[in-house]
């Protein structure tokens, strides 16, 4: 928008992926600028998972080449300890730390991985708690929160790393209809602070309100990329149509 | 003889027992945990390697190997201590179990809570003993205090490689006065008071440890 140059937050290029026999990724080719707000959909099964999964290395790919910031993602751990860094993910069971509290879930990696001291490390969690609005929770367990707190928990544990890039992998799917508004609320508050967002989700409002682009996926390959608006109104390829027949 | 007088006879046994029974968890604890995570980081052919060392000692009648340890090795210029035969092939037998406690309580864990520790930056190891195995710690416990008890009552078998632990005394006794239903009955009540505390502990862990998986449950 601003910049003529926009610098590169994720550049896949020509990525697969096989489990197996099996080719999850085929071709998979997407460059996503700083700032930039993706929403990814598709059916399930078509590899939107894996893909996000790959730019973070929880899943690793065979062809092509993935490169996060500066970094290009290869075995070399201190690469990926690299990415990793930049890159917060929220998943769709939350995957919150049952044995330790709110805070220590939020405290646990800046304390271990940024080495910082347990004070500075509370405070920052604090602060993010806070903006996720749950800060009177800070020395609950998460089997006492609801659903929607957790997310919420997750998202701040995540922000506490500082992360310049967030993936969210369907992070409302697994909530009750009443508590998705709230999880939706503070991922569209993390986008209007610019953070670099590509979220897995079906939610359409949050798509059109947040997203630069919407990407739709079907067995493992991008079949289309558009703007939201167009996208939900006009899709172009017979398979996003009969995908948006389906789920309207 | 009274049963007291029995009793107080076979209690100076007492310090064997224990003695085998503590350097038998310096084998079995560490063994547990080793072979354990072992047998949950690896895949393949090492891991083949990990479940067939496991499975030898877990598998193997203690019987057997305390024989064969004992009177064979020397054979091969190795000369271990009774004690030490005694504690090492009790102590792997029941790490041999526990290892399996440790493996499947880690293997129970949802696999989120490892790649939720990856996505925060973690190396493996750290997910291991800060997410991993607090969390498993609760789910082994009980199993840990069982093994314990068989344990304790394992090291009855030392008395047959020359220990004179407390069964070791017994059998002295009941030889010297012709009285085994006496001698043993109180030999089987000193065991008992030695383990029972051990359950009462156990039971108290396992109750703990379902009344915690009830509240994460109770979203
Ligand atoms: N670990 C795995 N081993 C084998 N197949 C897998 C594995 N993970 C996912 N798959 C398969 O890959 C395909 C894509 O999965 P996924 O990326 O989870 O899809 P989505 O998130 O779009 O639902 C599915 O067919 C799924 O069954
Ligand atoms: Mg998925």
Redesign the pocket.
């Known amino acids: 928008m601003q910049s003529a140059l926009p610098p590169i937050a994720v550049a896949l290029s020509n990525v697969s992926k096989w489990?197996?026999k099996?080719q999850?990724l085929t071709d998979i080719n997407l460059t996503v600028k700083r700032g930039e707000k993706i929403v990814i959909c598709?059916?399930?099964?078509?590899?939107?998972?894996?893909?996000i999964?790959c730019i973070n290395r929880l899943e690793g790919h065979q062809r092509g080449k993935i490169v996060v910031g500066d970094t290009e993602l290869t075995n070399d751990l201190k690469k990926v300890d690299e990415v990793r860094r930049d890159v917060g993910m929220v998943f769709q069971h939350f995957n919150l730390f049952p044995h330790l509290t709110i805070l220590q879930n939020c405290t646990l990696a800046p304390i271990w991985v940024r080495k910082m001291s347990r004070r500075d490390a509370e405070e920052v969690a604090m602060d993010y708690l806070q903006r996720v609005k749950i800060p009177e929770q800070a020395h609950k367990y998460p089997g006492q929160l609801s659903g929607g707190q957790q997310q919420r928990v997750a998202i701040a544990r995540s922000l506490c790393m500082n992360p310049k890039i967030m993936l969210f992998?369907?992070p409302t799917s697994a909530l009750d209809p009443e508590m998705v508004k709230e999880v939706l609320d503070t991922m569209v508050s993390l986008a209007s602070d610019g953070m670099t967002m590509l979220c897995?989700t079906h939610e359409m409002g949050f798509a059109r309100e947040v997203a630069d682009r919407v990407i739709f996926?079907d067995a493992?390959q991008i079949v289309e990329t558009n703007a939201p608006e167009a996208f939900f109104s006009t899709p172009q390829h017979p398979r996003s149509k009969l995908f948006l027949s389906q789920i309207l | 003889m009274s049963l007291f007088d029995i009793m107080a006879s076979i209690l100076v046994g007492i310090n064997v027992t224990m003695k085998v029974t503590l350097y038998g968890m310096l084998y079995a604890v560490p063994f547990a945990f080793v072979f354990g995570v072992a047998q949950h980081f690896t895949n393949g052919i090492p891991r083949l390697i990990v479940t067939s060392i496991i499975e030898f000692w877990r598998s193997s009648p203690v019987i057997i190997l305390i024989y064969g340890f004992y009177f064979s090795l020397p054979g091969l210029g190795i000369n271990l201590s009774a004690m030490t035969v005694g504690a090492m092939v009790l102590g792997l037998n029941i790490g041999g179990y526990g290892s399996q406690a440790v493996r499947a309580a880690l293997q129970a864990l949802d696999p989120g809570q490892v790649e939720a520790g990856y996505a925060l930056g973690f190396r493996r190891l750290r997910i291991l003993y800060l997410i991993e195995l607090p969390q498993a710690l609760a789910a082994m416990t009980p199993t840990f205090i069982n093994q314990f008890i068989q344990l304790v009552k394992g090291t009855s078998l030392v008395s047959l490689v020359t220990l004179a632990d407390m069964t070791f005394l017994a059998k002295a006794l009941s030889q010297i006065h012709y009285a085994p239903a006496k001698i043993y009955t109180a030999l089987l009540i000193v065991y008992f008071l030695m383990c029972y505390p051990a359950t009462i502990v156990g039971r108290m862990i396992e109750r703990r440890v379902s009344r915690g998986r009830e509240v994460s449950h109770d979203l």
């Open positions: 489990y197996g099996f999850v598709g059916p399930s099964g078509s590899g939107k998972s894996t893909m999964r992998d369907e897995v996926m493992g």
